[in-house]
């Protein structure tokens, strides 16, 4: 299991996979594999699949070990401010 630490905020570069994810999904139906998702944002496989294992480390991403087409991205909770 990847320890998670959701208090670090994610790269502009991180952001922008998470996003091509969100994207991607959303127009296809089904999540992209990592190859479409380096194609989307302009970098090599092997980096997309640093900065998404980066986004996993941080709490964005979710997928499942040893699957294909497994990325998902995590909603994050926005915290609600009190009412004075």
Do not use: C, W, Y
């Not at 994207?23 to 990592?34: E, I, M, Y």
């Not at 496989?45 to 497994?70: C, D, I, K, Q």
């Amino acid at each position: 299991m990847i320890a998670v630490d959701r208090t670090r905020p994610l790269s502009p570069r991180m952001s922008q996979l998470v996003e091509a994810v969100a994207s991607l999904t959303a127009k296809n139906g089904f999540p992209p594999s990592l190859r479409e998702v380096a194609e989307e944002i302009g970098v090599g496989h092997p980096r997309a699949a640093f900065l998404a294992a980066e986004a996993e480390r941080r709490g964005r991403l979710t997928r499942t070990p040893r699957a294909h087409r497994s990325l998902r991205v995590v909603e994050v909770e926005t915290p609600r401010r009190a009412h004075r």
